[in-house]
C-alpha cells in the first residue's frame, strides 16, 4: 500500500525566508506525488505534480519540488516567503499507471509566515 | 471556467439524521472522487466513479454511507443514521481523464457537524 508522511504538522518562517515542507512516501514502484494548498475554509488547490518526466518540478506561486527516487523524497521548496503562503500544506501520492486513482495524502504541514 | 461546485457548504444535523451531500463537477469530467477530512488531517478517500460507474468504494466507512452518480455528471453522498464520528468535511474532486496522473480538481466541501 502507499503511504506518504510529511514530517513537521507546523513550520513557521519569517517573510523572505526560505520555505522547505518535508515529504516521503512509500511505494512499491514510483508513484505519482502532488502537492497541495489549503486556504481556510476553501478546497485543495494544485501546486504542482511529479509524473515521471523532469525530476525538478515548478508549480505555481514560485514553489518547486525534486523528486529524490534514492532518497523517496519529494520535498516543497520556495526561495522566499510571502504572507500570502500561509496556509496548509498537503503532499500526496497516487498510481502508478494502471493502479489506484485515488489521492492518498499525508496529515499536512501548517505553515505560518512571520513578518 | 466554472471550478467543482458543492452543497449545502455547511449541515447540522442530529444524531441519527439522514444527510445527502451534492457534488457538481467540472463539466465533461470523467473522474469523481469523494474524501472524508477529518479535523487536523489530511483527506481520506470515500469512493470513485467513472462517468456513471463506481469503480471503488472501499474507503466508504460503513453500510450507512451511499454514494451515487446515475447519469454520469452530479454525485451525492448520503449519509443514513449520522453518527457524531461522522462530523467533517467532505471533499469532491473531479478529474478530465481516467488516468492515476490527472490532476484532480476540488470543490470548497461540505462541513458536516452531527450533534
Known amino acids: 500500500a502507499q503511504s506518504v508522511t510529511q514530517l513537521g504538522s507546523h513550520v513557521s518562517v519569517s517573510e523572505g525566508a526560505l520555505v522547505l515542507l518535508r515529504c516521503n512516501y512509500s511505494?512499491?514502484?514510483?508513484?505519482?506525488l502532488f502537492w497541495y494548498v489549503q486556504y481556510p475554509n476553501q478546497g485543495l488547490q494544485l501546486l504542482l505534480k511529479?509524473?515521471?518526466?523532469?525530476?525538478l518540478v515548478k508549480g505555481i506561486n514560485g514553489f518547486e519540488a525534486e523528486f529524490k527516487k534514492s532518497e523517496t523524497s519529494f520535498h516543497l521548496t520556495k526561495p522566499s516567503a510571502h504572507m500570502s503562503d500561509a496556509a496548509e500544506y498537503f503532499c500526496?501520492?497516487?498510481?502508478?499507471?494502471?493502479?489506484?486513482?485515488?489521492?492518498?495524502f499525508g496529515s499536512g504541514t501548517q505553515l505560518t509566515v512571520l513578518p | 471556467g466554472a471550478g467543482v461546485s458543492q452543497s449545502p457548504r455547511y449541515k447540522v444535523a442530529k444524531r441519527g439524521q439522514d444527510v445527502a451531500l451534492r457534488c457538481d463537477p467540472i463539466?465533461?469530467?470523467?473522474?469523481l472522487f469523494w474524501y472524508q477530512q477529518a479535523l487536523g488531517q489530511g483527506p481520506e478517500f470515500l469512493t470513485y466513479?467513472?462517468?456513471?460507474?463506481?469503480?471503488?468504494k472501499s474507503g466508504l466507512p460503513s453500510d450507512r454511507f451511499f454514494a451515487e452518480r446515475p447519469e454520469g455528471s452530479v454525485s451525492t453522498l448520503k449519509i443514513q443514521r449520522t453518527q457524531q464520528e461522522d462530523s467533517a468535511v467532505y471533499l469532491c474532486?473531479?478529474?478530465?481523464?481516467?488516468?492515476?496522473?490527472?490532476?484532480?480538481?476540488f470543490g470548497p466541501g461540505t462541513r458536516l457537524l452531527v450533534l
Open positions: 474532486a473531479s478529474s478530465l481523464m481516467t488516468g492515476s496522473q490527472e490532476t484532480q480538481y
Open positions: 511505494s512499491s514502484v514510483p508513484p505519482y
Open positions: 511529479y509524473t515521471s518526466a523532469a525530476t
Open positions: 500526496a501520492v497516487s498510481g502508478p499507471s494502471g493502479s489506484a486513482r485515488q489521492l492518498t
Open positions: 463539466s465533461g469530467h470523467v473522474s
Open positions: 466513479f467513472q462517468n456513471e460507474a463506481q469503480l471503488d
